[in-house]
């Protein structure tokens, strides 16, 4: 299906006309063109830097390019993402921010990035009156996963569960969801259940929720003395391979691009569960709030 055109008064919607000359009715229409690294560096780089036209340059978590000396950050950046298993580029400003101070960090010697893992991706935007909140892969359809949505009082909620580990939520109404605490459930591999209803209803206290996790991980650790394990659904994303020769070509480079070593992590590995990539292109959803 394909949206031919937008139905509605100046400055108000109200629906989409199909394709199959349809008309859905509609209050708000997203439109999703998507974005292009400019990865100009690595084409004419002497050196052969790791990188595709359309994906961007390819970092680990400390941003380093496969050429040593080099770092990427903001939107040319391809990231390791957690749960599809591939680099990508992410392009927000929160993200941007963080890689730039990793970046920096790790050229002036700092130790603490070298553990740094960016977790799940997330946005939060502003679209018109409404807030617009996504974090891990709210649209994705994989076998034994659960989709919940609620639709209340001007709001929009969407999670995404599988194995009662939330892994994708969507969030759009007057309200802003708290995205940094949303992320870091994802990131967490924590278990939702007794904050299911809560998240979808928008009844989340993410302030209240860590706080006690933080009290009985301490109380733990005063009754048994055994440092609590620190868990991630991420694994630390391998250096970039240092040496490529001068002469290889692209697809060399191609086949070369996972051949990486894996650093020490200091934290636990826990399985990753590999989603089917969505293929990217512009997409239309209607979404009707009462």
Known sequence: TEVLGIAGNVGAVAGVVTNHHQMIPCQLVVVCTGMKPVTTLAERCTLPMMYERDEGIFVNNQLRTSVPGIYAAGDVAAIHNPQSGIHETRAQWYSAVIEGCTAAAVMTGQVAPATRTFGVPWHATRLGDLSLLTAGSPLARIAGSVTLADNIKGTYRCLTIL?????????????????????????????????????????????????????????????????????????????????????????????????????????????????????????????NIH
């Open 163 to 287: 194995d009662d580990q939330l892994i994708g939520y969507i969030s759009l109404g007057q309200a802003q969801a708290d995205g940094l605490a949303i992320k870091r459930l994802i990131d967490e591999g924590v278990s939702i259940g007794a904050i299911k209803e809560a998240l979808l209803k928008g009844h989340f206290d993410a302030r209240k929720y860590f706080a006690q996790q933080s009290s009985i991980s301490v109380r733990d650790l005063a009754t048994s003395g055994k440092l609590p394990v620190v868990r991630t659904t991420q694994r630390l994303s391998p250096p970039m391979t240092r040496s490529l020769t001068e002469s290889g070509t692209q697809q060399s480079l191609e086949r070369r691009k996972h051949e990486v070593t894996r650093s020490p992590s200091v934290v636990e590995s826990i399985p990753l569960t590999t989603f089917p990539r969505i293929t990217a292109g512009a997409q239309f959803r209607s979404i």
